[in-house]
């Protein structure tokens, strides 16, 4: 009888990756059933380009709570990953609990000068951003809290996806500075003054990753612009700057085409609205579009061109409307309060979608939704109640309401979404209130600081 052969054990083919040889060796000699450890060890390269792929945040943070290993190669390439991640999608419907509060300057007495305070909302006291927002504990006595912040005489000009904008009082100049509460991280912008000098009477928006979400800049960490429009007297036409925090520097002028806004009508102008890109300002006839184009990379300057959004209504005083926006079908909203019977107040909700870069529009019908819950003071006439601030997150309005021939106003916060209504502080100062802004925050599921 032949002896019996036996099969030769191929060796497998070796493996681009190193391996680990302690590891083998304790698969072959492990006698207790447990599982063998991994033999290959993936190099930090291919863990970057896996974790770059992957769907979102949260399979990233899974990822690095797998070991310890994998953990350290996020933190150590955490920016190039975040910048590689889709941009998450915007929320189908107001997500009410973004809005916190209200920023505003405020006066202490004849003789100090102005501080910024912050009025948290009712359902903001519990939160961690609150908590991370208001420097000091919050006493049981007010809810007006002070803010800890270097930044006398600031007064805010601009509020948008967790940042706000402040005006430092500098003398013979304008400096800006993007402050992110819920972070603190502050950028101070370098001051425009002499010939760069726009003046007191100016209209600022600040564009965030969330508006520009196209080329690498525009999702890295941190990344805004601020827009300016001002009116240079001297030249008799609207100017319009942009400040980009990738170049860290103020662009060129931009003259406006077509017909000059006047200084105290930008002094009037609502809040600003992002929608594709573009900043909206509320005029009497129109919605005043900015559109920033290019600037996707060091080597390309945005450059800055002008639309307009024609209303369905023929609309008179600034105070009684502005614009907003519909996260749900992506629509231009023109929010406009008026009163019946002269005790009911309403605000209505005219709808308009943009054709693409045209500025064509189509329009809706209006929805009309009864503002029952608020208690307006007494003597309260339609000329005394304002719009100050659209929350574009959350769907919150912020109004204020005053009686005839009062100084001051209450402060009320309405949401479109719930309907709810809450009183957030009263006997604020008429003039305070012209620098009165929300401020909300931007869903958890996103990365941008």
Known sequence: MPPVRRVRRLHPAASPYPTDRRAEAKSDHASDGAPPAPATLLPDDVLFAIFSHSSGAADVARCAATCRRWGSVVAARA??????????????TFLPHLALGVFFPQHKNARAGARLRFVPTAAALSSSYSRRLLAGPITTGSAVVDLELDLDHARPVASRNGRVVLQLRRAGCLTLCVWNPSTGAVSVLPPLSGEDYPGTDYACAILTSEDLAT??????????????VYERRRRSFTTLRCYSSDTGGWGAEAKKPGDKISGRVLRQLRPAVVLGGVAYWSMRRAAFGVRLDGGTSLSSPATMDVCSVPYQLKLLRLNDHMVGVSPEDGRMRFIVMGFFARKLLAIDLFTSRLRQASGDQIDDDGIMVNVQEIKLPRNCVPNNVKLRWFGEKSGTIIITAGETGSSTSDVFAFNLFTGSVEKLAQGVSNHECRNLYGYEVIPQHSLRP
């Open 79 to 92: 920016a190039a990953i975040c910048r590689a991640l889709p941009v998450p999608p915007p929320p189908a």
């Open 215 to 228: 080329g690498p800049l525009s999702t890295s960490p941190g990344f805004f612009r601020v827009l300016v």
